[in-house]
């Protein structure tokens, strides 16, 4: 279908695309959890058509990033949170409001369709039964089928959100069904916890080196703006990362790694070799599990 209402256009800038920051400081916790008054869901638009969002460490001290992401035809979530109950996670609600917004600048006649993916699926439930609305389980068939991801990974497959085209690459490594999302409209590279500026566990060593590999190669091909994973677990100090379980980080170094910084994990990795064991770098820790 195509959607009534302005066409947005979703082509990319031109090579090289200089890197945006951010711009936000996020939420990172309290001393006290039982005394938080952080928002349960942070919410920054980083442009009009694509929001990161973090769940409070409070409620979950993963605190978890998120991504949506509006095309002219659909959305795209990317990434469910860490918890399941809507009354301590208003998920499926702020994601409803997001969107309403984003149709009140943008108007649509058309249903308006999300999916949601990765390993991070607590909140999949919350979109169970809403309209229009399609959940693809976090399993490597059911992702790598509905994206139609070659068994291979030789190329990446292509989603279209109506005009905005994702480059969806298969990450194996850390997670068998793992996969980045490049979207040229931005430069952004969404890593999940394949890449991330804290503890990077590698449960199968040659898929995620391969993967590391073919990150770096896409990279070196397109114009990558930032490199954002999942997590941020790392402090400010280089090579000191916050204990497991932290509930309270002050000093939290920015979400965003660079293409520099992806090419630091090649040269880590070729390093390591195929030695199990925990490696300590300044902005990244690789917990290779034998």
Known sequence: MTPSGESIDFAPANFPRPARPLGVKWIHGSVSSKH??????????????????????????????????????????IDTGATEAHEYFPL???????MDEWLQRHPRDDDYHTHSHHDHVAGDGQFADRPATT?????????????????????????????????????PGHDSAAVTFYDAFTGLMLTGDTVYPGRLYVRDWPAFATTIDRLNAFAETHPVSHVLGCHIEMSTTPGVDYPVRTMYQPDEPPLEMSVDQLRDIHHAVDAIGDRP??????????????
Request: proline share 6%; hydrophobic share 40%; net charge negative.
């Open 36 to 77: 938080n008054t952080d928002p349960d869901i942070q919410v920054h638009w980083y442009d009009q058509h694509t929001v990161i969002l973090r769940q409070n460490k409070a409620i979950d001290y993963e605190a978890p990033f998120m991504f949506l992401l509006f095309g002219n035809a659909r959305a795209l979530l």
């Open 92 to 98: 499926r609600i702020t994601i409803d409001s997001l």
């Open 135 to 171: 959940v693809v389980p976090a399993s490597r068939a059911e992702v790598y089928g509905y994206l139609g991801l070659t068994p291979d990974l030789d190329r990446p497959a292509r989603l279209d959100l109506g005009g905005r085209v994702l480059d969806c690459i298969g990450s």
């Open 277 to 290: 064991g925990r490696y300590v770098y300044p902005d990244f820790v690789i917990h290779h599990i034998g």
